[in-house]
T-cell receptor
Framework: QQQVKQSPQSLIVQKGGIPIINCAYE??????FPWYQQFPGKGPALLIA?????SEKKEGRFTISFNKSAKQFSLHIMDSQPGDSATYFC?????????????FGAGTRLAVHP | NAGVTQTPKFQVLKTGQSMTLQCAQD?????MYWYRQDPGMGLRLIYY???????DKGEVPNGYNVSRLNKREFSLRLESAAPSQTSVYFC?????????????FGPGTRLTVT
């Protein structure tokens, strides 16, 4: 019930392509769904996030699509660039003792080739 | 602001040795977390602290202890290191309550146990 399943494990696209990373969850109590971006040798950093009362959110070239009935959400990167090459983690927030508990997916390693 | 800082950056231990990973944040956050990151497994929560003076177990607490020294500092101790604890360890912090759920991560400690 606490799992967040992420796919694919790795992804290679050409510059300008639109990589799509998918996540699915079971726990309907999750109320916040962030995506984190991690560059090699660095800690993850928040990229974009969505709440379940919204079906889509865009920030620059990054878009989250959210399907509440299917319990799925995905990250789309428009006009991808080599600088987008990183590992991407989806996550879901669970309320636990009043604190901010995030359950992370396994991660997707994205490579954007020039 | 330095954000979240971690020391050391790298460490090699022999089986059975002990060590403490240090973490500090300067964002006046109440909540702090320790995660481990292993290939194909995402980020798994080891321990968290919702506020100064409180700590609770996460998903994978066995073999670890923590201390919330004050509001800024949260340390992770390995009493008797095992090869299974070879991993990258991340400390994170966040606000408690409100609508800001973002967790801010440190740069990580890469630990190898031989």
């Amino acid at each position: 019930q606490q799992q967040v399943k992420q796919s694919p494990q790795s992804l290679i696209v050409q510059k300008g392509g639109i990589p799509i990373i998918n996540c699915a969850y079971e726990n309907t109590a999750f109320d916040y769904f962030p995506w984190y971006q991690q560059f090699p040798g660095k800690g993850p950093a928040l990229l974009i996030a969505i709440r379940p009362d919204v079906s889509e959110k865009k920030e620059g070239r990054f878009t989250i699509s959210f399907n509440k009935s299917a319990k799925q959400f995905s990250l789309h990167i428009m006009d991808s660039q080599p600088g987008d090459s990183a590992t991407y983690f989806c996550a879901a927030r669970a309320i636990s003792g009043g604190y901010n508990k995030l359950i992370f997916g396994a991660g997707t390693r994205l490579a954007v080739h020039p | 602001n330095a954000g979240v800082t971690q020391t050391p950056k790298f460490q090699v231990l022999k089986t059975g040795q002990s060590m403490t990973l240090q973490c500090a944040q300067d964002m006046n956050h109440n909540s702090m977390y320790w995660y481990r990151q292993d290939p194909g497994m995402g980020l798994r929560l080891i321990y968290y602290s919702a506020s100064e003076g409180t700590t609770d177990k996460g998903e994978v607490p066995n073999g670890y202890n923590v201390s919330r020294l004050n509001k800024r500092e949260f340390s992770l101790r390995l009493e008797s290191a095992a090869p299974s604890q070879t991993s990258v360890y991340f400390c994170a912090s966040s606000q408690t309550g409100g609508r800001s759920y973002e967790q801010y991560f440190g740069p990580g400690t890469r630990l190898t146990v031989t």
